[in-house]
Structures are given as C-alpha cells and as structure tokens.
C-alpha cells in the first residue's frame, strides 16, 4: 500500500509540475548523450588550442630566424598531440577521441 501512495504522488506531483517521466534506460541514455557531447566538446578545444601553439611556435621560430637565432622549435608539432589511449573511459568514447589522431 505504502509503494502504491508513493507511485501515486510521484505521479501526481509530475503531472502538476509537467515534468517528464522517463524510465532508468532513457535517463541512462541521455546521461551517456551528455557525456558524450561533453568529450566531445573537450576534443573541439583540444584541437583548436593544438593550433594555436603550432602557430605561435612556428611565429616564434620565424621570430628568432629573422633575429639570426636558432629556431628552438625545429619541428614545432612534434609534441604537441594528445590521445588520452591511457585513460580507462578512452575505449566509450574512441569515436570522438579518434579526432586527436588525425590532428
């Protein structure tokens, strides 16, 4: 009887508010959708801020050429890239992730 008065105002209370109902699987799913667009998020400004330092190193280089000094970034995307392969989540979201490789 407790469980049914339970169901009831849980019920009752999202048909007033119109909050939707979802079931575990749905809020397991969007769960995973938030997740995802946030890695993916995350790759989109890992890739831009991977531009932004191959421009300034090659900007610096240009710089101390025309200073007559040695370039001390000879290959300047040479380590810049990253993959996270290390992390444990890295294979759920291998199909993002898998945008820092071709970077």
């Known amino acids: 009887m407790k469980f ?3 169901l009831r105002e849980t019920f009752s209370r999202s048909a007033q ?5 979802y079931d575990d699987l749905t809020l397991e799913k969007i769960l995973a959708m938030e997740d995802e667009l946030l890695v993916s998020g995350l790759v989109d400004n890992v890739l831009r801020l991977q531009d932004e330092v191959l421009e300034l190193r090659m900007a610096v280089n240009e710089l101390s050429a025309m200073l007559g000094m040695e370039e001390p970034f000879p290959d300047p995307a040479s380590d810049i890239a990253f993959t996270f392969e290390d992390y444990a989540a890295h294979k759920r979201y291998t199909h993002v992730l898998d945008r820092l490789v071709d970077w």
């Open 4 to 6: 049914l008065n339970l």
């Open 17 to 21: 508010t119109q909050d939707p109902v």
